[in-house]
């Protein structure tokens, strides 16, 4: 599109991205959006932010329907020049082949190295009567993947030896969807008396480079309705020092575009989170979930440190409706490299971050 209007989808959010000919100032530039299926009458969005960095107008539109066409316009002042229209994603992923894991609990891991395309995803699904993969602190992973276009669904993992799901380099496109996974992770030794895990081992981890540069591609990982918690141990507290920890969720060095929605990261066997979701190098255009990306829905209970970690580009990152509690930091954005973030409508309770003594009011 002329002057490079463009459209990041999710479920319910637009990421709007715009060069206006002239330099809008502080106000930003105006932005307006309609569904194409009924509506006639234009809605205001939120202002679009101007990033005189790259000249460029970025901004929201949340709370969409998903699956469906809208219509946006981008002006500066009270005119609108420019039109684009996008679609948000719908629920229903499209698939090609099914395949079905063993009933019971097996001790083997599942190692998928076959994927689909965009048109039919290949999905790995628990077995009817359920599929409990238990590699009794033996293998690695309960899960690793490395291809895309994967979803595994329904599927309860236990005691891997170093992160639940592993999500390697060169997968894209990985739903993760109504599993259950506990028990995971190695310790480091002992803290304060008690034994604390090796840092970032997660219940889902996602490695998109093997070195320490971010892949710039859209990873796209979904990770919604899952119960990720009770890792095999603890992180310590501020008490010792910086937390360092297992963590529910780590993005190492992805690119963005991601949804993490709807888990059940509410920690019941005594043992906390550093982070409950988190990523690589705060305060650089690396910090998870770097951009396009939402998280909500999510109840989070029991890290020494963040809630959540959003640390890093934030470009056009968006977390709402969130209920995080016992943790010492609710919602972390220091510093918000790229921009804009949007943090509504999350209800953090009660906030802890030393062992053993009470905190100081800070």
């Known amino acids: 599109l002329p002057n490079g209007g463009t459209a990041v989808a999710t479920f319910h959010s637009l990421g709007l991205y715009w060069r206006p000919t002239s330099t809008p100032g502080a106000a930003g530039c105006i932005a307006q959006y309609r569904s194409t299926t009924g509506d006639t009458a234009w809605k205001p969005a939120l202002n679009l932010w101007y990033d005189s960095r790259n000249a460029e107008c970025r901004g929201s539109i949340v709370s969409l329907q998903r699956g469906t066409q809208y219509e946006v316009q981008f002006g500066v002042g009270s005119t609108y020049t420019q039109k684009l229209v996008a679609t948000t994603w719908s629920e229903q992923f499209p698939i090609a082949q099914t395949i079905t894991l063993p009933a019971g609990t097996v001790s083997q891991p599942v190692n998928i190295t076959a994927g689909g395309t965009a048109s039919g995803y290949v999905l790995y699904q628990a077995h009817p009567n359920g599929t409990t993969i238990d590699v009794q602190n033996a293998y690695d992973n309960n899960v690793s993947i490395s291809a895309p276009y994967v979803i595994v ?22 739903v993760l969807e109504n599993n259950d996974i506990s028990g995971w992770g190695r310790t480091r030794g002992t803290v304060g008396g008690r034994a604390v895990g090796v840092d970032m081992d997660s219940g889902i981890r996602a490695a998109c480079s093997n070195g320490s540069s971010i892949n710039t591609a859209m990873n796209t990982f979904v990770i919604q309705r899952n119960r990720i918690r009770n890792p095999r141990y603890t992180s310590n507290s501020w008490t010792n020092g910086h937390p360092a920890g297992p963590q529910a969720v780590t993005l190492s060095y992805c690119g963005g575009n991601h949804v993490i929605r709807y888990n059940d990261m509410a920690n019941t066997n005594g043992n906390k989170f550093n982070d409950a979701i988190g990523g690589e190098d705060n305060f650089t255009q690396s910090g998870a979930p770097v951009s396009d ?4 829905g999510n109840l989070i209970v029991g890290a020494w440190d963040d809630g959540i ?13 969130n209920y995080i509690d016992d943790t010492a930091i609710g919602i972390a954005s220091t510093v918000t490299h790229h921009g804009p973030l949007y943090v509504f409508r999350n209800v953090y309770n009660r906030s802890r971050k030393l062992e053993g003594s009470p905190d100081s009011d800070d």
């Open 153 to 174: 669904r329904g599927v309860t993992m236990r005691n891997a030896r170093i992160h639940g799901v592993n999500i390697r380099p060169g997968a894209h496109h990985v």
């Open 293 to 296: 990306s939402d998280i909500y």
């Open 309 to 321: 970690e959003s640390e890093g580009s934030n470009k056009n990152v968006r977390i709402w409706g």
